[in-house]
């Protein structure tokens, strides 16, 4: 959040890609182009949030106070080997909404559609053919 603020863009991308390895790997297992698409994904983010502005954090407020409001079913999938405390939050959350759908991806960290396509679109499909 210090790089965001004070518009360090390239060290804040650096950091975010941490979140790719997790706490179980190291960013050298990671596949290069993997790492190249989730550093295309987080400027393109960037670019499209906060293009121009010198303090680029984008804040998310009351996340758990306006779960309550989605009327739609959630399909939340996650990787076993993302961070614990991403993991501990996913299933509590998803609770909070009706028609959730929930599932791992066991090979995968943070970004398990990128990591494991294969599994994630089976998981992703079963729930689509349930709405």
């Known amino acids: ?6 518009g360090d863009v390239a060290g804040w991308v650096d950091t975010f890609q941490r979140l790719t390895a ?4 190291e960013l050298a297992d990671i596949d290069a182009d993997l790492m190249r698409r989730v550093r295309e ?7 499209e949030y906060a293009p121009g502005e010198a303090d680029h954090r984008v804040p998310v407020t009351a996340t758990w106070e306006r ?3 989605i009327a739609v ?3 939340a999938i ?4 993302d961070a614990p405390d991403r993991l501990a939050m996913a299933d509590p959350l998803a609770k909070l909404v009706p028609g959730r759908h929930t599932a791992t991806v066991s090979a995968a960290a943070h970004y398990p559609d990128m990591e494991q396509p294969a599994p994630f679109s089976t998981e992703l499909t079963s729930f689509l053919e349930t709405v």
């Open 41 to 47: 994904m987080a400027l393109g983010t960037l670019g």
């Open 22 to 25: 997790c706490p179980h790997r």
């Open 67 to 69: 779960v309550s409001g």
């Open 78 to 81: 996650n990787g076993a080997r």
């Open 1 to 6: 959040m210090r790089a965001l603020a004070t």
């Open 73 to 75: 079913p959630v399909c």
